[in-house]
T-cell receptor, first 113, second 114 residues
Framework: AQSVTQLGSHVSVSEGALVLLRCNYS??????LFWYVQYPNQGLQLLLK??????LVKGINGFEAEFKKSETSFHLTKPSAHMSDAAEYFC???????????FGAGTTVTVRA | DVKVTQSSRYLVKRTGEKVFLECVQD?????MFWYRQDPGLGLRLIYF???????EKGDIPEGYSVSREKKERFSLILESASTNQTSMYLC?????????????FGPGTRLTVT
């Protein structure tokens, strides 16, 4: 099974500052990679995904992530944080051709005014 | 708009009770999943189903069973609820041959076992 590591269980940023959430996976074969967001008392919503092609992926709400095979990483960034970005973020991976996801432990983002 | 619904948002049950959590999707997806979410552990797969009446164990199936009698409905059953099953339960679905590779999630059921 894939292993997913999210560095930092909590991240606090000022409004307007860069948001950087780190994700590393264990597979030697490039998997499919996902970032999901969970707002309070809600289910998970897909932010963005990488399957094939361009390694810089743009998602909803101004987020983007870059797949770096040499670093087995898929870090999530947003140039300027907004109060509405306060949520929990999950990195997830699946083997190509598999439907099952392995999730990281999650990172809670708080945004300071 | 795609939709995964779960029968209850909040549920309180007593130790030893049999508990049913229901999930329904309206997207005609073949694959459905049950996860539990705990702080610091992320989401862990309990069971999944790739077709009607078909199921496979996930990473933490102990104490749980599932039922899939119809394509759109996937039920999670706690045969005898215990306090360590207090958690958030999330259902998801994905189409088998789709190019989107995206799981769609329900809103979750927060179960408390006392």
């Amino acid at each position: 099974a894939q292993s997913v590591t999210q560095l930092g269980s909590h991240v606090s940023v000022s409004e307007g500052a860069l948001v950087l959430l780190r994700c590393n996976y264990s597979s030697s074969v490039p998997p499919y990679l996902f970032w999901y967001v969970q707002y309070p008392n809600q289910g998970l919503q897909l932010l963005l995904k990488y399957t094939t092609g361009a390694t810089l992926v743009k998602g909803i709400n101004g987020f983007e992530a870059e797949f770096k095979k040499s670093e087995t990483s898929f870090h999530l960034t947003k140039p300027s944080a907004h109060m509405s970005d306060a949520a929990e973020y999950f990195c997830a991976v699946s083997d190509q051709g598999d439907y099952k996801l392995s999730f990281g432990a999650g990172t809670t983002v708080t945004v300071r005014a | 708009d795609v939709k995964v619904t779960q029968s209850s948002r909040y549920l309180v049950k007593r130790t030893g009770e049999k508990v049913f959590l229901e999930c329904v999707q309206d997207m005609d997806h073949e694959n459905m999943f049950w996860y539990r979410q705990d702080p610091g552990l992320g989401l862990r797969l309990i069971y999944f189903s790739y077709d009607v009446k078909m199921k496979e164990k996930g990473d933490i199936p102990e104490g749980y069973s599932v039922s899939r009698e119809k394509k759109e409905r996937f039920s999670l059953i706690l045969e005898s609820a215990s306090t360590n099953q207090t958690s958030m339960y999330l259902c998801a679905s994905i189409e088998r041959q789709g190019a989107r590779h995206e799981q769609y999630f329900g809103p979750g059921t927060r179960l408390t076992v006392t």
